[in-house]
């Protein structure tokens, strides 16, 4: 009775308060014609009329607008980016080029009308504004990833290579500018600013996206990879202060005049390190993990970020220097900055950086490059960069002592230019110093010298590759599990799993646990952190089983692919992985896009039109990688299917076809290694009708012959199938039995899918 009076109060006092609305306006009326409005003119289409016209002016409204560009902008860079990463490419080539397709180059040259639609010129300022947002914010990212201990420990070597890794190829840009300044440098800009802005464009290199590259590799804890790290911050901050004073040179005219300007920038570098560096060490000691990160220390820190990039504006060497110094005095606590970090990262990745590279692409105008003249110009600054830029690291590596391999890999990492050189490029045009045809010429560079870092390394591994192989030649005597997890919490039920099917004792088994991240949105201050998060629950489990589990954890573009990599090459009798939980299972929205991204899925397209596949037919339980792994592995593959499995003590194996008899090899280990109660299912009569098989039987009952029992496929019935704890079957036996029980229920017990 209660519920009904609340709903006739509600409905009493809503018509009461619309009753009076209605007559305030009807009331209101009176007072409009001392107001002389205007009446729209009546039209038979009246109505549809000017419903088209508040419509027009509401998706032409600059926010209409803004937000339809930046919803057009992260979809196509987060698509290109996706491309170029699963060809083994950064995804920061994938996002250069989704600005390049956006841009007059492409979007601009095939579909005019649209694109002076997406983007009009009055609303480049917003966007222009956006992006240098996005980019103090990054900057500030790239100053607290520089891990500044580096220095300190690799000091001589560091320093040798990353500077002689900058004059050699700043001298090849500046001999470059003294041939181009009369054809291409803008009217009013003199020799000096031109050749020190080519002399600095073609020194820069792009720490975060070799940082990227030498993670996916799993370099990061290798001689080479630290010293590549070190040198990419020797780099990065001695070619930020060069392009500090560059800047200053430019926008005082003269050398003379600049120096009243580095002058104050000197100053205000003391007044960074010697007043506020101390303050937020004394910050990060006292506010270093999440309880204690309140919303004023966040504001803080903005703070000071935003008051250093507007310091550094004012004072003419450009707000992103402000913003990167600002990084790199930050606490030295790893946990304050990964705490900072995370809270600005994703916003300045995922929102910010793409409007930056979109933005540089509407800049970018291929089509000025229209006679071979030009063209030729262009592959003489790609090929002098890369001259320039990688023999000088390579030269200066070989001089320090470091061998053949290291030293061509120095030189490919530091040849790498991606996002920073986009940076240099754009504040050169904005001072007016490169034009046109130069800064298209220059992103190209950028492009190409970004996308050969990736094919040069693999090349110089190939050539330097060990004539024998270790592993190959290696006598086994244990039996070596490989077991894969993403979620942390799924490793320790492998784990368990892992435990029931490996070998008669502890010391017979090898158990190596892999965890792979995808590399796309993690540091170096979240690589350590990640790792021991993913491998504490399994660690712990395997302390409670008695295992000794081995771990490697690896950071790769293409997660499956570095998995199967590990596993086929890993001389390993077993591969363990979980089935992965799709986001797109359990909502009408959900199947929905499932089935659109499988359409879209490059390789879901090529196996329907070459009849191995069918986007449209989705299988229940394995997904893709599953499935991926299942064809591809070289070694048998275990599937596991987790029903809240807490425990195993009772096991069920169907023997569905003759195929399945190799399921027997795990039973015997499963009854040697624990008190576990199996139970084979003759499902369809191909145990009474071999008498192999039927000795095999025996010989397993005789291990245990009070934890075994053997069923007939008329016995079926007896059963009570949801009583066990999990089901040990092939792949193709699943498949048939599947069809007879209801997989889906919360009692259905886990499920272990083998393929031999």
Known sequence: MNKYKNILF???????????????????????????????????NSIIDHFSTALHQNITHPLAILLLQILTIIFTARTFGFIFNKIGQPTVIGEIIAGIFL?????????????????????LGNLHLLSQVGLVLFMFVIGMELDLKLLKNKTQDAIIISHIGIVIPYASGMALSYFLYKEFAPDNIDFMSFSLFMGIAMS???FPVM?????????????????AITCAASDDITAWCILAAVIAIVKAGSFMSSLFTIGFALGYLFIMIKLVQPFLKKIGEVYSNKESMSLNVVAVIFGILLTSAFIT???????????????????????????????????????????????????????????SHLWSVCALIIGVAIVGKFGGAFFAAKITGQSWKDSLSIGAFMNTRGLMELVVLNIG?????????????????????????????????????????????????????????????????????????????????EIMALHVTPSADINQYQLAEYEKESFKPIKIEASKLGLSISTSYKVSNDVSDEILKDANS??????????????????????????TASALNPDKLIGTLTGKSNIFKTQRILDEKSNAFIHNSKIPVGIFIDHNLDAVDKVLLPIVSISDVFLLFYAKKILKN???????????????????????????????PANFQLLSKKNWDIISFYDYNLVLLSIEGFNAFSKDIVIDEKETPSFLLIRP
């Open 570 to 595: 890993g001389a390993y009798d077993i591969m363990l992985v979980g089935v992965g939980q799709s986001v797109f299972e359990g909502t009408l929205l959900g199947q929905f896009i499932g089935i």
């Open 211 to 227: 940082a990227r590259i030498i993670q996916e590799r799993n370099l990061s804890k290798t001689r080479l990879g630290t010293l």
């Open 674 to 704: 624990s008190n576990v109660v199996i139970t084979i299912v003759d499902y369809n009569g191909i145990i009474e009708a071999n008498t192999e098989i039927k000795e095999e039987i025996n010989s397993i009952e005789n291990y245990a």
């Open 10 to 44: 509600y409905v009493l006092i809503v018509s009461i308060f619309t009753f009076f609305i209605y007559l305030l306006i009807d009331s209101g009326k009176v007072h409009e014609s001392s107001k002389h409005i205007i009446p729209h003119p009546q039209t038979g």
């Open 103 to 123: 841009g007059p180059s492409i979007l601009g040259l095939w579909f005019p009308e649209f694109s002076v639609f997406l983007f009009p010129k009055p609303s």
């Open 429 to 509: 045009y904005d001072l007016g110093v490169l034009s046109p045809q130069i800064f298209a010429m220059m992103v190209l560079m950028a492009l190409v010298t970004t996308f050969m870092t990736g094919p040069a390394l693999d090349l110089i591994n190939h050539f330097f590759e060990k004539d024998i192989d270790e592993l190959a030649v290696r006598v086994k005597q244990k039996f070596r599990v490989l077991l894969s997890f993403a979620n942390p919490n799924s490793g320790k039920k492998l784990a368990r799993i892992a435990n029931l099917i490996s070998g008669y004792s502890k010391n017979s088994t």
């Open 313 to 371: 504006e004012v004072i003419g060497i450009h707000a992103l220097f402000g913003a990167f110094l600002a990084g790199a005095i930050m606490p030295p606590s790893i946990n304050f900055r990964r705490l900072i970090i995370e809270k600005i990262e994703s916003v300045s990745l995922g929102l910010f950086l793409p409007l930056f590279f979109v933005f540089t692409g509407l800049r970018t105008q291929i089509g000025l490059l229209n006679d």
């Open 204 to 206: 820069i290199a792009a």
